[in-house]
């Protein structure tokens, strides 16, 4: 079983673990960063690249403090809303600030990171609104008395969380979401519910990946539903709480992305070991953080994987108008309340061109000036969520919508 086998081998990797993590506790106390032994410098940054190294299971910490709103700046602080078994709604509450601000609730991809990985996306949202996400957990951790949780459940989940926060609310979905967080809306619509959200932004999402398929969507499609069912679905070992429970391991995903980008990935490890041996703390320190979320990773329900393989990558339920939500159709023409927005990057190798624009044929109820779509030229899939130009151009125009609508 692959992932028996991958629990023994980092079980063999332990005690070396041990040993380099308490070789750099040892340099960090008596020594310092700057021993002047160049044999003693690499020496400890082959250590310190080997702990870099270690993929985690548990989710890191958001590590947002303080925020700059409106014109000053406040602290936050983490609140669980609403704990239900696969997933938390969690708030970033302030409480410095006086005036209310907008509701928005931040639906994170659930493929095989933890929710922050939308760490720098959430601290941009903090500066003009109320932010909560939706805070997933790992499959391995979830005993299997909870029961299933697939793509049904996943749309249930965020109507629950729309509820929750009540009328006035705003959605905005990131990748892998826009499908069920699409799908949500309608049902909600459907059902007249008075939680529709006022607003949805849907950011690089496949909601039709019959439009220039990428690697990711040929990947999805090269092969029948059943070789992803036997190939790639395993049980989680009996030392934890999700003993028996099929899942879709994080490590899988995590190897399958790493491979795409080995020579990257490799010449970041060799930078990050030349940068500690120079004693270039700040350029390391870059590096460490960005691995230290990429190679925390979780493991998705089998149900889950499986039936968005099927209904999203490979017959594109949704956009054929053919998505079923608890043995009813989905029918995004009864959106007639939600704003929508759709953001796409012009590189992106992930969700292509045209992927999430195709919402707006969808939501056909929608008045002209309920819909927008912003392309943001030079960027991949991760550009439209974070890094400069997510600040400066992408979320202005969730901003300006979100204001419009509030």
Same mark, same amino acid.
């Given at each position: 079983m692959?992932?028996?086998?991958?629990?023994?081998?980092?079980?063999?990797?332990?005690?070396?673990?041990?040993?380099?993590?308490?070789? #750099?506790?040892?340099?960090?106390?008596?020594?310092?960063?700057?021993?002047?032994?160049?044999?003693?410098?690499?020496?400890?940054?082959?250590?310190?690249?080997?702990?870099?190294?270690?993929?985690?299971?548990?989710?890191?910490?958001?590590?947002?403090?303080?925020?700059?709103?409106?014109?000053?700046?406040?602290?936050?602080?983490?609140? !669980?809303?609403?704990?239900?078994?696969? /997933?938390?709604?969690?708030?970033?509450?302030?409480?410095?600030?006086?005036?209310?601000?907008?509701?928005?609730l931040?639906?994170?991809?659930?493929?095989?990171?933890?929710?922050?990985?939308?760490?720098?996306?959430?601290? +941009?949202?903090?500066?003009?609104?109320?932010?909560?996400? +939706? &805070?997933w957990?790992?499959?391995?951790?979830i005993?299997?008395?909870? /029961?299933?949780?697939?793509? &049904?459940? *996943? !749309?249930?989940? $965020? %109507?629950?969380?729309?509820?929750?926060?009540?009328?006035?609310?705003?959605?905005?979905?990131?990748?892998?979401?826009?499908v069920? !967080?699409?799908?949500? $809306?309608?049902?909600?619509?459907?059902?007249? &519910?008075?939680?529709q959200?006022?607003?949805?932004?849907?950011?690089?999402?496949?909601?039709?990946?019959?439009?220039?398929?990428?690697?990711?969507?040929?990947?999805?499609?090269?092969?029948?539903?059943?070789?992803?069912?036997?190939?790639? %679905?395993?049980?989680?070992?009996?030392?934890?709480?999700?003993?028996?429970?099929?899942? *879709?391991?994080?490590?899988?995903?995590? +190897?399958?992305?790493?491979?795409?980008?080995?020579?990257?990935?490799?010449?970041?490890?060799? @930078?990050?070991?030349?940068?500690?041996?120079?004693?270039?703390?700040?350029?390391?320190? @870059? %590096?460490?953080?960005?691995?230290?979320?990429?190679?925390?990773v979780?493991?998705?329900?089998?149900?889950?994987?499986?039936?968005?393989?099927?209904?999203?990558?490979?017959?594109?339920?949704?956009?054929?108008?053919?998505?079923?939500?608890?043995?009813?159709?989905?029918?995004?023409?009864? %959106?007639? @309340?939600?704003?929508?927005? #759709? !953001?796409?990057?012009?590189?992106?190798?992930?969700?292509?061109? /045209?992927? +999430?624009?195709?919402?707006?044929?969808?939501?056909?109820?929608?008045?002209?000036?309920? @819909?927008?779509?912003?392309?943001?030229?030079?960027?991949?899939?991760?550009?439209?969520f974070?890094?400069?130009?997510?600040?400066?151009?992408?979320?202005?125009?969730?901003?300006n919508?979100?204001?419009?609508?509030?």
């Amino acid at each position: 079983m692959l992932y028996h086998a991958y629990q023994a081998y980092c079980d063999m990797l332990a005690p070396a673990r041990m040993g380099s993590l308490l070789a #750099t506790s040892f340099r960090n106390k008596f020594l310092g960063h700057a021993s002047s032994a160049p044999m003693t410098r690499r020496f400890f940054a082959l250590a310190e690249v080997f702990n870099t190294t270690a993929i985690t299971h548990k989710r890191p910490p958001y590590g947002i403090g303080r925020v700059l709103s409106g014109n000053r700046e406040v602290s936050v602080r983490e609140e !669980v809303t609403l704990d239900m078994p696969f /997933g938390n709604l969690l708030h970033f509450a302030k409480d410095e600030v006086v005036a209310p601000q907008p509701k928005i609730l931040v639906v994170a991809p659930l493929s095989g990171h933890f929710a922050t990985l939308l760490r720098s996306t959430i601290a +941009t949202l903090l500066r003009d609104h109320d932010v909560y996400i +939706t &805070d997933w957990k790992n499959a391995r951790d979830i005993p299997m008395s909870d /029961g299933r949780f697939g793509f &049904d459940e *996943y !749309v249930d989940y $965020v %109507i629950r969380f729309l509820q929750e926060l009540g009328q006035g609310a705003h959605v905005l979905a990131v990748c892998q979401p826009c499908v069920p !967080v699409l799908a949500a $809306v309608a049902v909600m619509a459907q059902n007249d &519910d008075p939680c529709q959200p006022r607003s949805m932004s849907l950011m690089g999402g496949p909601i039709d990946t019959r439009e220039s398929p990428t690697i990711v969507n040929e990947l999805a499609t090269s092969q029948p539903y059943s070789w992803f069912e036997d190939n790639l %679905i395993y049980p989680v070992p009996w030392r934890y709480k999700g003993a028996g429970r099929k899942v *879709y391991p994080g490590f899988v995903q995590l +190897t399958a992305f790493m491979s795409m980008n080995q020579e990257r990935h490799f010449g970041q490890f060799r @930078k990050l070991y030349q940068h500690i041996a120079d004693l270039e703390q700040l350029e390391a320190e @870059k %590096i460490v953080e960005f691995y230290d979320e990429y190679l925390a990773v979780l493991d998705l329900t089998a149900e889950f994987y499986l039936e968005t393989i099927d209904k999203v990558f490979q017959r594109a339920l949704l956009a054929k108008g053919e998505l079923e939500h608890r043995g009813r159709r989905v029918d995004c023409s009864a %959106i007639r @309340k939600t704003a929508l927005l #759709t !953001v796409e990057g012009e590189r992106d190798d992930i969700c292509a061109v /045209g992927q +999430t624009a195709a919402a707006h044929f969808l939501c056909s109820s929608l008045r002209p000036h309920l @819909k927008r779509h912003h392309l943001q030229p030079g960027v991949g899939h991760y550009g439209i969520f974070s890094g400069s130009r997510w600040e400066r151009q992408v979320y202005p125009q969730v901003r300006n919508l979100v204001l419009a609508m509030s």
